[in-house]
């Protein structure tokens, strides 16, 4: 498409409120921690997952854009009464609901305006073909830049994305920087919608390892200080000439020890040494520990048991994700893999149900076996991880709903708080690596005795929301903490002792009276000329 002079582009996530009560399905939230969490009430820590695809791709457009993040209806009304010659909107299978009242607001409100829908709930394929006048199936920024007549193979410039974090509603210092260093996944599990999205191609944002580094120093740059940061990429590691690369531009910088949260697998894992990940600054990663008998390629190397130790005895916390409903799980098999992951201590546990998401080859086997069942698969909003959607030769939907809620339940009784599972992390690095030889493993082992000592003013306030085991092993904790980092000081022990407290109950009564559950809204703009009045107030967040 050509002669887009004074056109302009709205992007948008699907509007607020969610929860059950307004239609989702339990899985639905616009925070990420939900998913592997909600069991664990006021420790949870509280951050909104914006719909970062659509400021990445305003970031590399030519069009005047702006971007929308969880908006009220009211809110998304009057943005798009201000004239805006498309409106796209991103959504997943279980938002698809929200998603058709808001074409329906472009129809009504603004009818000459051209609608885009985008993000993964586009594999729905026909079934939204009569909501929108372009889908977006695929990588969105060469999809725009296409649909509006601009330079395909234009660089990728990254964007300016950053989230910040309460615990306890109390905000937890310095924010994390986004970092895009690709998309899709060449793994090719048979469930996983976002490999079989790009045809189980990666889409390499940062070829190499200096460019990883750099992305990390432009967000330093524009945030100075800034020194947690999230790597997006389904498998980072899994080229390891990239990783590798990334390690040595890391080891040439004169940057301080980082803090790095990635997704990666036990075969990328496998590669490196704990050593290596911890100079890379790598200490959080998300680990598919999916199934014992599943069979999939990413899970050959170590065994798990192998490498979550090692990864703890250096610093760095695991959140494994364990699949309900393989072919051959019965509950015993399901409670036998489920005692095996809770023996590795992982530091955060994820208990989805095996789900046939929409393009998938767990789909179109299950559909070619007459398995499907279609008041579950046809009901989008169900498609959350937290409904079986399929005939199971052993259990069925009820029962594996409960068995998925209870081993929600098991994981925080038994292990505790995430938070402070994380915080054990943190000290047993430092214990571990604080005399290494190499200068660099010992600044992070400092970095870890400071991150591990946070916890130290919030342990004895949290003490009546867990069971009386869990207190011994938090009480045992605040004590090898002193030990290693040294006593409360007055302050600190004022913060303990009163404010802390004080914290965790009033968190506890808006959860208990669903006060401030909603995700904030937020308003951008890229080449906006102008600052726009909306819903009564006037932003100009204009780049």
């Known amino acids: 498409m050509t002669n887009q002079k004074n056109k302009t582009l709205l992007l948008s996530s699907v509007c607020k409120p969610f929860g059950i009560k307004y239609s989702d399905t339990f899985g639905v939230s616009s925070e990420g921690s939900h998913q592997i969490m909600w069991a664990q009430g006021v420790f949870r820590p509280r951050a909104t997952t914006t719909q970062w695809g659509i400021d990445f791709i305003a970031e590399n457009l030519k069009i005047p854009t702006t971007t929308l993040h969880y908006p009220t209806m009211s809110q998304f009304i009057a943005e798009i009464k201000q004239g805006y010659n498309y409106v796209g909107i991103a959504f997943v299978n279980s938002t698809m609901h929200k998603m058709i009242p808001m074409v329906r607001a472009i129809r009504k409100h603004a009818s000459s305006t051209e609608i885009i829908l985008g993000g993964y709930g586009t594999a729905l394929g026909d079934e939204i073909k009569k909501y929108a006048d372009y889908i977006c199936r695929g990588e969105g920024v060469s999809f725009m830049r296409e649909l509006l007549g601009e330079k395909v193979d234009e660089p990728i410039v990254q964007p300016d994305i950053t989230q910040s974090q309460t615990l306890f509603s109390i905000p937890v210092p310095g924010n994390t920087g986004y970092v895009f260093a690709g998309l899709g996944c060449p793994n090719g599990c048979d469930f996983c919608a976002t490999s079989h999205y790009f045809k189980q191609k990666y889409i390499k944002f940062l070829p190499d390892g200096p460019s990883i580094l750099s992305a990390i120093e432009g967000l330093r740059g524009k945030h100075p200080g800034m020194d947690k ?204 690596l604080k005399d290494h030889a190499k200068p660099g493993v010992r600044a992070k082992a400092q970095r870890y005795k400071t991150d591990s000592r946070s916890a130290m003013t919030v342990l004895p306030g949290s003490k009546k929301y867990v069971n009386k085991k869990t207190q011994a092993w938090m009480d045992s904790l605040q004590e090898r903490l002193a030990v290693e980092t040294g006593p409360l000081t007055m302050n600190e022990n004022f913060l303990a002792r009163t404010v802390v407290p004080a914290m965790i109950r009033y968190t506890d009564f808006k959860l208990r009276h669903d006060i401030g559950q909603q995700p904030e809204f937020t308003r951008k703009t890229f080449r906006m000329e102008k600052q726009k009045k909306v819903g009564g107030q006037i932003f100009d967040l204009d780049k």
């Not at 069979?295 to 170590?302: D, L, Y």
Request: with cysteine; charged share 25%.
């Open 229 to 432: 940061f999230w790597i997006n990429d389904e498998d980072f590691l899994l080229n390891e000439e990239r990783g590798r690369g990334f390690l040595e531009a890391i080891r040439k910088s004169a940057l301080p020890p980082l803090s790095i949260s990635i997704f990666s697998s036990v075969k990328s894992l496998s590669k490196y040494s704990a050593e290596e990940l911890v100079e890379m600054g790598v200490d959080w990663i998300w680990v598919g520990y999916e199934g014992k008998r599943s069979g999939f390629s990413k899970q050959q190397g170590k065994s798990c048991r192998e490498l979550f130790s090692d990864l703890h005895q250096h610093g760095i916390s695991v959140l494994a994700s364990m699949i309900l409903g393989f072919d051959y799980h019965t509950p015993e098999i399901i409670e036998e893999e489920f005692e095996e992951l809770i023996s590795f201590r992982p530091s955060m546990c994820q208990f989805l149900i095996y789900g046939p998401s929409p393009g998938t080859p767990l789909q179109k086997r299950l559909e070619a076996e007459g398995r499907m069942i279609p008041e579950i698969f046809m009901n989008w909003r169900k498609h959350d991880g937290f409904s079986l959607g399929f005939e199971h030769p052993h259990i069925g939907q009820k029962e594996m709903s409960q068995i998925q809620r209870r081993l929600y339940q098991e994981e925080f009784k038994r292990l505790g708080p995430s938070v402070f599972r994380i915080a054990e992390d943190w000290l047993t690095g430092y214990v571990n």
